[in-house]
């Protein structure tokens, strides 16, 4: 036989050894997890998410959860702490190398394809969901996770994953993010505020807070702010003057930006419609304000109708 077929024989072998040994290290993590009603952590997340979070936290409100990912929630609660460490794990995987290079390659040649998330992305979306789920059960992992926002500064990183579990952690990791927007990167800031935003009934205290940074002279702060306020509910006595404060920014975005949360208010915000009547001479914000203006008087004759309706 040639020095060149054994070598091959040799490589071909050595790579089943390693691919055998990954599997079994594999298979013995799997058998350690926690496990609720006969079914092990990892099946719980995989039934968690429902896929439609493409880069898990952002600036956007996620969908609302299916009767199975409540069950699956409700699972994981009853697995409770026990669940953390492996949790926590999941938040810290990165893509192999062979993932990344393959990316790159597929970069190089330009190749159109739909860009998912990738599997550490993945794992990282899931984990966070979990952990947020878990509420102020969660609480032991707030020292990590606040490090994790804190160091974390990009996006391929799990500063993202962090400020969401926080933001469903109840009063200490709000007061996290808080402190996170007052003294943290640009990067730990814009998480902070987008996981605010997916969890406004956590921010209903921070109302005046978040009013303040409207007028921030970094856009993206300003932007954030104004989103959040934009899906704050129930407190229109306290949101609705905030937002058309920002209607007399001098920056017509950020004008703009103030419409658009106005008008995911609907009816809440019938007292704003004076003053948006007045801002549709406001050329450069028209449009949304013409959008807001019809959705708010929409909004309104719908509940009026309903209410009719119920007498």
């Known amino acids: 036989m040639s020095s060149g077929k054994t070598k091959l024989i040799f490589r071909i072998a050595a790579l089943v050894v390693l691919s055998v040994a990954l599997i079994i290290l594999w298979l013995r993590s799997k058998s350690n997890e926690p496990s609720y009603h006969g079914r092990s952590l990892s099946q719980w997340l995989d039934q968690l998410d429902d896929g439609t979070a493409q880069w898990g936290v952002q600036w956007s409100t996620l969908p609302k959860k299916t009767a ?131 969890h406004p009934t956590r921010a209903t205290n921070l109302i005046s807070f978040l009013a303040a940074l409207t007028a921030h002279t970094n856009l993206n702060y300003a932007y954030s702010s104004i989103w959040v306020l934009g899906e704050i509910h129930g407190h229109p006595r306290k949101v609705v003057p905030a937002l058309l404060a920002s209607l007399h920014d001098p920056r017509s975005n950020v004008r703009a930006f103030a419409a658009m949360a106005l008008r995911r208010h609907g009816a809440e915000a019938k007292e704003a419609l004076p003053e948006l009547n007045e801002f549709l001479s406001d050329t450069a914000i028209a449009g949304e304000v013409e959008l807001a203006i019809g959705d708010i008087e929409l909004s309104i004759r719908m509940a009026e109708k309903t209410k009719a309706s119920l007498k």
């Open 68 to 198: 199975e990912q409540l069950e699956a929630a409700e699972a994981i609660r009853a697995i409770g702490t026990n669940a953390i460490p492996s949790l926590l794990k999941g938040l810290y995987v990165t893509d192999s190398f062979f993932y990344d290079k393959k990316e790159e390659l597929l970069d190089y040649l330009k190749s159109t394809r739909e860009h998912l998330m990738s599997p550490a992305q993945l794992t990282r979306w899931k984990s966070a969901l979990a952990l947020e789920a878990l509420g102020p059960l969660a609480e032991p992992s707030a020292p990590e996770l606040e490090k994790i926002l804190i160091t974390e500064n990009s996006m391929t990183g799990s500063g993202k994953e962090a400020a969401y579990v926080l933001g469903g952690m109840g009063p200490k990791g709000i007061s996290i993010l808080t402190n996170a927007v007052q003294a943290g990167t640009d990067w730990a800031v814009t998480c902070a505020l987008w996981s605010l935003g997916q």
